[in-house]
C-alpha cells in the first residue's frame, strides 16, 4: 500500500516561512510527477506546484517567485518552501504524487497564516 505522508504545517505570521514536506512509502516502482495542491475554506482545491522526476517545476501564478518546489528521489519526499506568507496562502494543503501510474493523496496538512 502506498502512502503520502505530509508533515510541516503550522501557524505562522504574514510575511513569514514555513517549510511542508511529503514522503512515500511503500511498494514503489515508479514516480513521476510529485506536487502540492491547496484547497481554502469554500473553495475548491487548487494546484500550488508540480515538479517533475527529472525537475521540471511548475506554479500557480499566486505563488511565483515565493514558494520554491523541490524533491528528493532518494528519500522519495517532496518540498515546499514558502516565503513571504500572505493571509490568503492559508488553506490545507494536500501532497500529490503519481505513483506506480496511479494518482495518490496525502491527508493533508493545514496551513495557517495569520497574526
Known amino acids: 500500500q502506498v502512502q503520502l505522508v505530509e508533515s510541516g504545517g503550522g501557524l505562522v505570521q504574514p510575511g513569514g516561512s514555513l517549510t511542508i514536506s511529503c514522503a512515500a512509502s511503500?511498494?514503489?516502482?515508479?514516480?513521476?510527477?510529485m506536487g502540492w495542491y491547496r484547497q481554502a475554506p469554500g473553495k475548491e482545491r487548487e494546484l500550488v506546484a508540480t515538479?517533475?522526476?527529472?525537475?521540471?517545476?511548475n506554479y500557480a501564478d499566486s505563488v511565483k517567485g515565493r514558494f520554491t518546489i523541490s524533491r528528493d528521489n532518494r528519500k522519495i519526499t517532496v518540498y515546499l518552501k514558502m516565503n513571504s506568507l500572505k493571509p490568503e496562502d492559508t488553506a490545507v494543503y494536500y501532497c500529490?504524487?503519481?505513483?506506480?501510474?496511479?494518482?495518490?493523496w496525502g491527508r493533508g496538512t493545514q496551513v495557517t497564516v495569520s497574526s
Open positions: 500529490y504524487a503519481n505513483v506506480n501510474v496511479m494518482d495518490r
Open positions: 515538479i517533475s522526476s527529472s525537475g521540471s517545476t
Open positions: 511503500g511498494i514503489i516502482f515508479n514516480i513521476a510527477n
